[in-house]
């Protein structure tokens, strides 16, 4: 079986010699990304930071790092999910090589996300500003979330079905905002949740929206993943991770996800937007600051001992480029 929590990838790694625990002081301010982009270029283990600046939260970088930690991350599940994806593009091979196949059908059980009463990322409500506020270049608007799950639901349909998970660059404060209770979302108008934003707009009402931080690695690679219509980013997420999504049923509220670390939920207006950027992107050079829009925070859950994990991007190759490299072993013969 998959990781179910980041505590459980924290503990296998680090009893497997591929992750170090740093208790010294470090600085959020442009100092761990840079140990984030060296440790990169030296192919070195994940590390955990127990001490940063202005946070009691601990921030893990270089999760992602190495090829053979990606493969160790999905080890359980990873030939598992190829073949669903082959089955997806051609149900008949299932016929024509039933050995390969055989289990596949038990294996799509785990890609039904399953509602639950409650769950430990409810376990504390805390302010906005506690968060790790963590900026990678020095030109950047303002620190940044750039491991995100931004989940929303068809305002005509709210469902898990009618749902869509995506990895949208959130600034956490900075430039216009209103500390502690707005942060910027980036994002394109042609995405799923721009889709949903529309949605919203024609009913005059704003778009619920929660940000899930951490949990099982499989969510933040789910977010990321072209994915062919009619497979949902949540049934992706649980077949990678080799169990069925846990989400928090919320009268009035989009589920949220109960194993994360973090969740972030809010509303966007259907007529606000303020500048957001500019931001060292992921082709070496920064995305201009332009209007996008705000999100207005209504909570802030945590689990106890919650991990905040980061990645930092910029001029390739960065850990961002393990990511494709994941994308293209699930999902190659989609593309």
């Not at 994002?187 to 799923?192: D, F, T």
Request: glycine fraction near 10%; hydrophobic fraction near 40%.
């Amino acid at each position: 079986m998959g990781f179910r929590t980041l505590r459980q990838c924290v503990k296998t790694l680090r009893e497997e010699g591929q992750l170090i625990e740093i208790d010294y002081p470090i600085n959020p301010h442009l100092e761990i990304a840079e140990i984030q982009r060296r440790l990169f270029r030296s192919g070195g283990p994940a590390l955990l930071f127990r001490s940063v600046l202005g946070t009691q939260h601990p921030v893990l970088i270089n999760l992602y790092g190495t090829q053979k930690r990606v493969e160790r991350l999905f080890s359980d599940t990873l030939d598992r999910v190829r073949r669903l994806v082959e089955l997806k593009i051609d149900p008949a091979a299932a016929i024509q090589n039933p050995s390969r196949y055989w289990r596949s059908p038990l294996d799509a059980i785990t890609m039904i996300p399953r509602h639950v009463r409650r769950g430990n990322v409810l376990t504390r409500n805390i302010p906005l500003t506690s968060l790790p506020g963590v900026t990678g270049w020095p030109g950047d608007g303002g620190p940044f979330i750039t491991l995100p799950a931004v989940y929303s639901e068809h305002p005509d349909a709210p469902s898990l079905k009618n749902s869509n998970l995506g990895m949208y660059r959130v600034q956490l404060r900075g430039n216009r905002y209103e500390e502690n209770t707005e942060v910027g979302l980036h994002y394109q108008i042609h995405r799923g949740i721009g889709i949903h934003h529309a949605a919203a707009i024609a009913k005059g009402e704003p778009l619920r929206v929660s940000i899930f931080i951490g949990g099982t690695p499989s969510m933040a690679v789910s977010a990321m993943m072209p994915l062919p219509e009619g497979l949902s980013e949540l049934a992706f997420a649980g077949a990678l991770a080799g169990h069925r999504i846990p989400m928090i049923r919320r009268k009035g509220r989009p589920s949220i996800y109960a194993d994360a670390d973090f969740v972030i939920e809010g509303t966007i207006a259907p007529d606000l937007t303020k500048p957001e950027g500019p931001f060292g992107d992921h082709l070496g050079y920064y995305a201009r600051q332009h209007n996008f829009p705000v999100m207005r925070i209504d909570n802030v859950w945590q689990r106890e001992d919650a991990i905040w994990p980061i990645t930092v991007v910029g001029r390739p190759p960065q850990e961002d480029t393990l990511f494709g490299w994941l994308v293209h072993e699930i999902t190659g013969p989609i593309i």
